[in-house]
């Protein structure tokens, strides 16, 4: 029941040693992530000391799981099955010691409704007037259907690395609402578009049952991972208003995600996000250091995690935002996810009459220099891009 510390030693911050030992462990070298799908959610056993290279010097932390507190009369249960959701009294919430505003709620989704999310990254979301990375290095008409482009790729797709990818699979991320500015790390007022109905709704359900009521969902990152992906150390903070949480959404397979403290030299501790986990940062949590080393397999082996599986039921409530996918849409979004996996991150910018300060000379495409907002944690170099996988 501990997990491996790693102070700074030789110039490298605990925060990326730890990172690194994390990267390159193989998947059966896991023992000291939390996973909160298990009984107690602690990790089976301490991580292991010997794999650190150079010396490094390893201390048990004790990592202590407990149960969250939900405003359960916040959310009715007619809003959370309209947003795709159990009722928020069957949820389990959970929290970890010494970080106070961390909330882990392990897939509340009801059967089916995870479907409805992961087909609106791929084949709505990124649509025009949302942005994407393909927009650095492509023409505006070569990106206005990624997934009317891709399907038919995606379905042929086998299992040989050398076939050519598809659009979608060089998709590394979307941004919505206030469009986050790579360059200037900014959001303005003069680079924004409508933010999706659908996926508001369900994050004003999600911040309600965690005591956040009137949270307005003003901005989205979405990230699209692959089994050789990463998302480097940083700090979501650009946001105007940081007393309003950070909401992460995944889907797929799994990840190992690390959260710190507020100085990289504090060693974070791992977890486990499977597909319709959601995490909730706030409060003391809402500007520590945060990454993700590694995307794995589903632990229980197959293609698809078996929540997938589950088709939407035939009679949806009145007034939901979730739609039903067809058949061929879902083949398209189920042969992506077999390598892949999807994290929504959705943030309110602005406080309730909170103005953008003026600025000048804004980029209006107000996008990275390159796809690297997903670089690869190998290089001495990187300089993490904050679209967060919280």
Known sequence: MAAAALTREGGEDAFRRLFRFYRQRDASDLRGVVDFSVPGGQPSGPAVAAAVQSGAHLKAAAIVVFRSQLSISSVSDQDAY?????PVSQWKAYGLNGYPGFIFIPNPFLPGCQRHWVK???????????VCNLDLHMAP?????????????????????????????????????YHYNWDTKKYSANHHTPFPSDLAFLSEQVA?????????????????????????????ESELDHSRPLLSFSFGQSSIFLLGGLRREEAPTAMFMHSGDIMVMSGFSRLLYHAVPRVLPNPEGTALPSCLDQALASDLPVGSVVEHSSDEDW???????QSSRINMTIRQVLAEGQKFPEESGTNRKGQ???????RKENSRTKR???NTDS
């Open 384 to 386: 993490h891009k904050p």
């Open 120 to 130: 609106q990254c791929l084949k709505l979301y990124p649509q025009k007037p949302n």
């Open 141 to 177: 008409e070569k990106t206005i259907d990624l997934w009317g482009q891709s399907k038919e790729q995606l379905k042929r797709k086998g299992s040989s690395k050398g076939e050519p990818r598809s659009l979608l699979e060089k998709l590394r991320w979307v941004t919505l609402g």
């Open 368 to 374: 990275a220099p390159s796809e690297e907002s997903h």
């Open 331 to 337: 083949q398209v979004c189920a042969k992506y996810l």
């Open 82 to 86: 309209r947003a795709g959701l159990q």
């Open 208 to 236: 309600a049952a965690c005591g956040f009521r009137g949270f307005q969902a003003q901005a989205g990152i979405l990230n699209y991972y692959h089994f050789d992906s990463s998302l480097g150390i940083h700090v979501d």
